[in-house]
């Protein structure tokens, strides 16, 4: 059980120790505003790791849904959820968000260059 | 993700120690990630064969998920089992927590933690538990997991030593309905002192998975694996399903 807990720890300790730094990554943002994504397009370049912080302005929860990009997530209201991609191809990534009744599903386009 | 949230999950996993989970045919894949607010009604189900015998075991489970925060999921399962047509049997139930431990793509390999407690129905199987790191990276549109998890029974009427199950998984992101690849289980016993390869479980084989949205915030995922015994405690063949409704 010892040996069980050292393991751990041991896989652990650079997330845990570590000092918070300061972001390297390219940082965008994308607001979701009447579940609506704004931009709705995003120009972002290609062969670099990216940080795209997601904003959610409404009062409802919504999410960043893609599968071009291999990433789901759910951003509570009022609320920033912060996605890790790439480096990522010269291309078209589209991503939607959550099915709101009266609203639809917003959409939006990440364009790699 | 800060530190401090870190820490607690640590707190949490290393609180539940590590137990023993029988190699059932109904074993799935675990995964690091975790989406707040999913809620699942989770189906598994197996059928091992030997040699010409086929439906040796076969095992289900049916289970109910949902993605507390976004970093911990939490599942209790009700398990089902039938050996060598003794009858089905209502096995134990099954309680499996995920720790997302960073975000996909922030570290050079997405790292979670399981930490599961299994209560058996029969007493002198006594307690499961299994514990221990889940790791996935993506390289382009080729997706591989590893997951190493000790596991170990508790107030069974047989002693067990700890043991160490191993799920490896390598996947073409081909397009959501539909991805294909390889996916194995094993189980390595004592975890200090690997047994023969012939008291060994290994089962690997051909998967397909994909998810079908069904409009309305709901889905139907599904993972299914043709299994192949290579050592020689293991089911010759293994046929095993996972069907997830989200809402």
């Known amino acids: 059980m010892r040996g069980v807990c050292w393991l751990l720890l041991l896989a652990a300790e650079p997330a845990v120790c570590a000092e918070p730094a300061a ?20 120009k972002v370049p290609a062969g670099v790791k990216l940080r795209i912080v997601v904003q959610n302005d409404d009062d409802v929860a919504d999410e960043f849904d893609s599968y071009a990009l291999h990433r789901e997530k759910h951003v509570p209201p009022k609320s920033k959820a912060t996605l890790f991609l790439g480096p990522l191809e010269s291309g078209r990534y589209p991503f939607k ?3 709101h009744s009266g609203s639809g599903v917003a959409s939006g386009l990440l364009i790699v260059q | 993700m800060s530190a401090h949230p870190l ?25 690091p990630t975790v989406t707040q607010g999913e809620r699942e009604l989770d189906f598994k189900f197996g059928v091992g064969s030997r040699g010409p015998r086929i439906d040796v075991a076969r095992a289900a489970g049916l289970g109910f998920g949902y993605g507390v925060t976004n970093s911990w999921f939490t599942e209790a399962t009700v398990q089902y089992v039938r050996e060598n047509n003794t009858g ?13 431990l960073s975000e996909p793509g922030e570290w050079p390999v997405d790292v979670g933690v399981a930490a599961e407690v299994e ?19 993506d390289f382009g549109r080729v997706r591989a997991n590893l997951n190493l998890l000790l596991r170990h029974r508790y107030a069974g009427e047989t002693q067990q030593r700890m043991r160490v199950d191993y799920q490896f998984q390598l996947k073409y992101l081909y397009r959501e309905p539909f991805e294909f690849g390889l996916q194995g289980f094993s189980e390595l016993r ?18 397909v998975s994909g998810a079908l949205p069904l409009g309305n915030a709901r889905g139907l995922v599904y993972n299914a694996g043709l299994l192949f015994g290579a050592a020689g405690k293991s089911y010759d063949r293994t046929l095993r399903l996972q069907i997830e409704y989200e809402f």
């Open chain 1, 97 to 99: 968000g959550e099915e």
């Open chain 2, 190 to 207: 004592p975890w200090d002192g690997w047994a023969s390869s012939d008291r060994q479980y290994l089962r690997v084989g051909p998967m």
């Open chain 2, 119 to 137: 209560k058996m129905h029969d007493p002198a199987e006594g307690w499961n538990v299994r514990l221990g790191p889940l790791l996935q990276k």
């Open chain 2, 7 to 31: 820490k607690g999950a640590l707190c949490v996993a290393l609180a539940l120690t590590c137990l023993a989970v029988r190699a059932d045919p109904n074993d799935y894949i675990l995964t």
């Open chain 2, 88 to 100: 089905t049997r209502w096995d134990g139930i099954e309680w499996e927590n995920v720790l997302q």
């Open chain 1, 23 to 42: 972001p390297v990554e390219p940082e965008f943002t994308i607001h979701i505003r009447m579940h609506q994504f704004q931009p709705a397009e995003l």
